[in-house]
């Protein structure tokens, strides 16, 4: 039981250190709103598709050793989670600009930062693990730019101002503007995304290598890490850079007191990330597993699903909402309460999958 906490609090300890770390810049005036709005914009355009691009280069070695059927499920169940998240934050707010923020952090994990980690220290395995990851990043950007793009327009008169730091409640939405853009502004804003950018790279270089390996008898005479290496320790080195950097800006841009005005919004979306996300994804493969003869042999999968369903919110998910004038205040919130709270949460997944003799540590 203590290595299952000591895991747990590894894992997510040090994303709150981060945070704290631009936090405390930020108070002694070595971090200025001039630095945090540029490291945003350099963060999401060039970061993190870099580390997406690698992620999926490096542990994604081939299309056939994909399971389909886990590959499947995660997908059906992501956007099962994305449909009734959807309700919920119509259902919670009618300030424009967080109804996106509210849907974005009921379905967006952060599988790609703490995820693959975690189903390490798990003992799962990690080769599911990055074959889920291949397919579960692009879904998850690809639906973030739907839930930021769909409620609100640019520039976008719901916006909350900010005075002081503490969030001035901005008119309602009318129901005339609930849905801020066309199909065909949305489908724009999911190819021009960086994020998106940088996974479709990173699945076309999986491609050119299974060709490869199909014209070259098994072969791979080109690859980026060996015939361009330059290139590749270049993107690798910016890659590394990302998660660190993306914390400590947030954490620059956190504000306690801007909680007095979003509490309701805060409760519902950390409640839906870090409590009933993970108990719709693994509580369903757990039925389709007992059930059916869906899903077998997983065992060595539901540290993947603690980590696919259960983990924080993704971290690129509060620049993303920044970027694309939604609260990033809000946002910026989620990742810091999802990440405490998930050091107990997992925790007590862990136990009960241990306890149910589902899983073993």
Known sequence: MGEIVLTCINAILPIILLILLGYFLKRIKILNGNFLKVGNGF????CLPCMLFINIYDKMDSFADIRWDIVLYAVIVICLIF??????????????????????????????????????????????????????????????????????????????ESIDGVSVEAPPVSKAKKFGKSA??????????????????????????????ACCGGEVPFALNNQLKFLYTAVKDIKSVATPLALVILGGQFEFSAVKGMTKEI??????????????GIGLAVLFSKLTPVLNDLDAVYPTLIALFGTPVAVSSAIMAGAMKNDEQLATQYVVWTSLGSIITIFATVLILMGCGLMTV
Not at 113 to 142: H, K, M, Q, T, Y
Not at 268 to 275: D, F
Request: glycine share 8%; with cysteine; proline share 4%.
């Open 43 to 46: 963060v999401f355009k060039v």
């Open 267 to 280: 409760i519902v979306g950390t409640v839906w990330r870090i409590v009933l996300a993970p108990l719709i």
């Open 184 to 213: 065909k502004d949305i489908l724009l804003n999911i190819i021009k995304n960086p994020l998106i950018i940088g996974v479709a790279v990173g699945l076309l270089f999986v491609g050119i290598r299974e060709i490869e390996r």
């Open 83 to 160: 449909g009734l998240g959807l309700v919920t934050a119509i259902l919670t707010t009618k300030r424009a600009d967080r109804r996106g923020v509210i849907l974005q952090c009921s379905f967006r994990s952060n599988f790609a930062i703490i995820g693959l980690a975690l189903v390490e220290r798990l003992g799962g395995d990690i080769g599911i693990a990055s074959v889920i990851s291949a397919f579960s990043i692009p879904v998850f950007n690809i639906l973030a730019v739907i839930a930021l793009s769909v409620f609100v327009k640019e520039p976008s008169p719901e916006v909350a």
